[in-house]
């Protein structure tokens, strides 16, 4: 969620085989600028022509473009600050945070505030860099790294630099002979070394040109380098200057297996040498990279630790996409309770809303409606549920209907590479949080379709498109790879131009799981096997970053020192806060981590403790309130006593504190399944 999503919660009152994704500088005209060896989860002449069926348009306003020609804008990404609007904004390459200016370009090791609500590490324009530039552009992007060519005057190219996540270096890369005009004083303190001390951080310089006597200008031939990078407060300039080697480019391997799920990260350098990485807390619980021995950096997120290493790798526990409550287990009076209740969830379900976000919701409910109507044996009500979700469906799925109609329908923009609802909501025509929009679709088609092959064979051409927009991989002129999906965090961003000093943000964990739970359903359905690696890891990851830093935090770290709270619920690039676009209370800072509670949603239990601290402030033992359903479903992950009592709770909670995507007969069948 992000600021164009305010109000939408108001409104809810085995080893697998290994994808390798590869940038250069270079690419086709829908490419992140590189050439990939994997296929891709869709070719462009197997979406090609339902593209050309919807209706070519922009539904919302596209933004000034600070892009070479020939990429696919990068919405929903770490820096996509840096690309779109007037003025380009600071981003945040953990460790580091970095702005363009006018002439060059400025960075810092941002310093790290926590207060009882707020965890802040706001942009450090400690170094300035003057490269004579008039305008900046982005040439070249990939899954953790951007590259930035400086123009002079004429057009011409006076250099190009290089920031990524996880590096602590900025790297630049001369086009040209030049001269930088440096913000700080730099000093010799070794061959091509040099430093500058600006508050409390040593700043190195690692170059084949040369600073001048005064330290203020660096002169550099044609291809020529220079990294910038902070000296750690526990390393030493020299250990970490020695491998301060410039990043061209980030290179990403996954893998998913019955068990783990696994994240690797190339850096390259012009020689293949050995360069710094900084490594998060949620990386550093299963890293497979050589011991980080050169110091640690404080971060937002926790304590960073800097490696000298190729590649950055990691686990994630496996999560197993899921659609189904297995009732089996329940007793011949629970299922009687649960038909019966099924049977007035049914018959309340009111008009299906027509946007993407509510309507996504209300095609999720009918889901989970069919599902337990499926698992209790009750045909009337799988019949009757069924049918309304199949033609909801079909209507929604229909490439031509946007030609006629306002609503329930999909155009493709042009200019964007993407997929939008006509009728948008919470900023879906800035491309903001689709996953999270499309991901209920996903996992109401799957269900649906997997009842129907007929109707598989009629929704597939234009779901498979909402697949295309959310997790593309391998060059297509139609579509960025994985947009807003982050590797090296772990998670996805759902801003799509992050008009943000801050950088970009997430603040619904639990929807962003939800929506690879979603593409990891329809991938089974739809054979893709592709799209099933992919989607598994991505599920997996993200799994594990929310409850890395959204929901199970490690309390120990000493970022977390004088916050207040069990969960985090609105995290940023620069900042993190116990607050959410939408409510002050309590419980929806909790809720929103927790919507819908989908099958799979067993990935947030934990200790039971912190269950029911995390609880207990959202509800002060209260669950009439927004999100108390879900509020108790999460409870019931404490253990057999807990789920007993959050049963008896929900048997009688307040039909309007049950939200629009939910049922009471899922939110018991739900509970009592964790019995």
Request: proline share 5%.
């Amino acid at each position: 969620m992000n600021s164009s999503t305010l109000s939408r919660a108001t409104g809810i009152l085995t080893i697998g085989v290994i994808v390798s994704v590869v940038a250069a500088c270079s690419g086709p005209a829908g490419g992140t600028g590189g050439d990939s060896p994997h296929a891709g989860v869709f070719s462009d002449s197997a979406i090609g022509a339902t593209i050309a069926k919807l209706p070519q348009k922009s539904v919302g306003e596209v933004p000034v473009t600070r892009l070479a020609h020939g990429l696919a804008p990068p919405t929903n990404r770490w820096f996509s600050g840096l690309v779109f609007g007037k003025h380009p904004l600071p981003v945040f390459p953990l460790p580091l945070s970095f702005g363009l200016t006018d002439t060059g370009f400025t960075f810092g090791l941002p310093e790290v505030t926590t207060t009882p609500n707020t965890i802040t590490g706001g942009n450090a324009a400690s170094v300035t860099i003057d490269a004579g530039a008039r305008t900046s552009e982005i040439t070249a992007y990939d899954d953790a790294s951007v590259t930035i060519a400086h123009k002079t005057n004429s057009g011409s190219t006076a250099g190009s630099t290089v920031i990524a996540e996880g590096s602590p270096l900025v790297s630049f890369t001369a086009a040209k002979k030049l001269t930088l005009k440096l913000g700080q004083k730099f000093s010799p303190v070794g061959t091509g070394i040099y430093s500058a001390r600006v508050g409390k951080t040593t700043y190195g310089l690692r170059t084949t040109g040369s600073v001048s006597k005064d330290g203020a200008a660096l002169s550099l031939a044609d291809g020529a380098t220079a990294a910038w990078f902070p000296v750690p407060l526990d390393g030493t300039l020299a250990a970490v200057a020695a491998h301060a080697v410039p990043v061209t480019a980030v290179k990403l391997d996954y893998a998913s297996g019955r068990t783990t799920a696994s994240t690797t990260l190339g850096y390259s350098t012009a020689h293949d040498d050995d360069t710094l990485i900084a490594t998060l807390p949620h990386q550093q619980k299963s890293m497979t990279t050589p011991p980080c021995s050169l110091g640690s950096y404080p971060s937002i997120y926790g304590t960073m630790h800097l490696c000298a290493a190729k590649t950055l790798s990691w686990t994630s526990p496996t999560v197993a996409a899921s659609d189904t409550l297995e009732l089996g287990s329940l007793d011949a009076a629970q299922k009687a309770s649960l038909a019966s209740t099924l049977a007035q969830d049914v018959a309340q379900t009111a008009a299906l809303p027509s946007d993407t976000y509510f309507g996504g919701k209300a095609l999720y409910r009918l889901a989970n409606l069919l599902m337990l109507a499926d698992q209790l044996g009750d045909t009337a009500a799988a019949k009757t549920v069924g049918t309304k979700l199949s033609d909801a469906l079909r209507e929604w799925t229909d490439p031509t209907r946007c030609k006629s109609n306002a609503e329930r329908c999909f155009v493709y923009d042009a200019k964007t590479k993407g997929i939008v609802g006509l009728t948008p909501s919470f900023g879906s025509d800035q491309f903001n949080d689709h996953n999270f929009h499309y991901g209920y679709f996903l996992y109401a088609a799957s269900v649906a379709a997997s009842h129907d092959t007929a109707l598989r064979t009629e929704i597939s051409p234009v779901m498979n498109l909402l697949v295309a927009d959310l997790a593309s991989s391998g060059d297509s002129k139609y579509f960025p790879d994985r947009r807003g999906f982050d590797a090296y965090s772990g998670h996805s961003w759902a801003s799509g131009y992050s008009p943000f000093a801050d950088g970009n943000n997430l603040e619904s964990s639990s929807e962003a799981v939800n929506a690879w739970n979603g593409l990891a359903l329809w991938s089974s359905v739809s054979d893709n096997s592709a799209l099933k690696k992919e989607a598994s890891w991505m599920l997996a990851s993200e799994a594990a970053s929310a409850r890395s830093y959204w929901t199970d935090f490690d309390t120990s770290d000493p970022v977390y020192a004088n916050y207040q709270h069990s969960v985090v619920a609105l995290n940023w690039g620069g900042k993190r806060d116990y607050s959410t676009w939408f409510s002050a209370d309590a419980n929806a800072k909790l809720g929103i981590q927790l919507i819908p509670m989908s099958p799979v949603s067993g990935y947030l239990g934990g200790e039971s403790t912190r269950i029911a601290k995390s609880v207990g402030e959202a509800t002060s033992g209260d669950y009439n309130k927004q999100f108390g359903d879900y509020l108790l479903m999460y409870a019931a992950l404490g253990g057999a006593d807990q789920a007993k009592a959050a049963l008896a709770t929900a048997r009688d909670l307040p039909e309007k504190f049950i939200d629009d995507g939910n049922s009471r007969s899922y939110l018991l069948a739900w509970i009592m399944t964790r019995r």
